[in-house]
């Protein structure tokens, strides 16, 4: 299975001036990705915007349709997962940039195919290889319109069992060395009687921490070791002043965006400084 997070390319292209949020804003979500996951399905490798997991496929069972209908509803899971993390990122911070401020349009897509695949290590790191694992990561391209949706191919639809309410539609993808894969497309939709959970204080106070301290030491830890210059003395200092800045005003700003969450969530009007 592959977890990409669509609008990521564009969402780092259109903020580059604010590539250190934009970066933490994609960690976070990634992190929320990979928490979500439970055994059997384990984190293969992390791809930039996409996280690989590989989980083997189970043997014939009497239990084979519940299981089936239990990987259904754990992949649906990761939609409902990434949206409150959407929400509770977006609730939580006080900063006006660009990355923070359009997160909200970042969405979600599932690739699941099932096959042969090898594990094999290469320098200390265990890889998975073989033409099913190439596919699958070519298949992250695909004829799809949307920008949210789960892609399960013919092969592996025998173990994931999906809500029969749910929208799905059929396609035919084509790549070069592979015969044409069958696969059903379902658009997730999200229950709009769950009211989306409201960010503690104790949440936003750590996400203005990360986001605004990993601007520090983000730059500092990439750049130790030899073979690699310091950080430029006035852009270090320009980073530690606007952390300073940032954590003296979260104190005084966080009551304030609590607020506002609390009225988001009953449904009333959010005044913006």
């Known amino acids: 299975m592959l977890a990409d997070i669509s609008g990521y390319t564009r969402f780092l ?15 976070e979500l990634i992190q929320a990705i990979v ?5 059997p399905l384990e984190l293969a490798k992390l791809e930039g915007d996409a996280v690989f997991f590989v989980a083997r496929q189970p043997g014939c069972d009497p239990d084979a349709a519940i299981a089936a209908t239990g990987w259904g509803l754990r992949l649906l899971g990761f939609f409902e997962t990434f949206r409150r993390s959407l929400h509770a990122l977006a609730s939580a911070t006080t900063c006006t940039c660009g990355a923070c401020t359009h997160l ?13 695949a090898l594990n094999h290590e290469v320098a200390g790191l265990h890889e998975w290889a073989g033409p099913d694992v190439i596919l699958a990561h070519r298949l992250l391209k695909n004829s799809v319109a949307s920008r949210e949706y789960l892609l399960l191919t013919a092969a592996a639809a025998p173990f994931v069992a999906l809500p029969p309410e749910l929208p799905v539609r059929g396609t035919v993808e084509r790549y070069a060395d592979f015969d044409p ?9 999200a229950d709009d009687r769950t009211a989306p959970d409201v960010p503690t204080a104790v949440f936003m106070l750590g996400w203005q921490w990360r986001l605004w301290m990993g601007t520090v030491a983000g730059p500092a830890r990439r750049h130790r070791g030899p073979g690699h210059p310091p950080p430029r003395l006035g852009s270090l200092l320009a ?3 606007l952390a300073a800045v940032s954590v003296v005003l979260a104190p005084i700003l966080l009551p304030v965006n609590f607020f506002n969450a ?8 959010v005044r913006s400084g």
């Open 13 to 27: 292209t259109a903020n580059a001036k604010s590539l250190a949020h934009s970066q933490t804003v994609i960690t």
């Open 35 to 39: 928490r979500h996951a439970e055994l």
């Open 104 to 116: 909200g349009g970042l969405r979600l897509k599932l690739i699941v195919h099932a096959g042969v």
């Open 181 to 189: 894969v069958c696969a059903a497309v379902f658009h997730p939709v």
């Open 239 to 241: 980073r530690i002043a």
């Open 262 to 269: 609390l009225r988001r969530r009953a449904g009333l009007p």
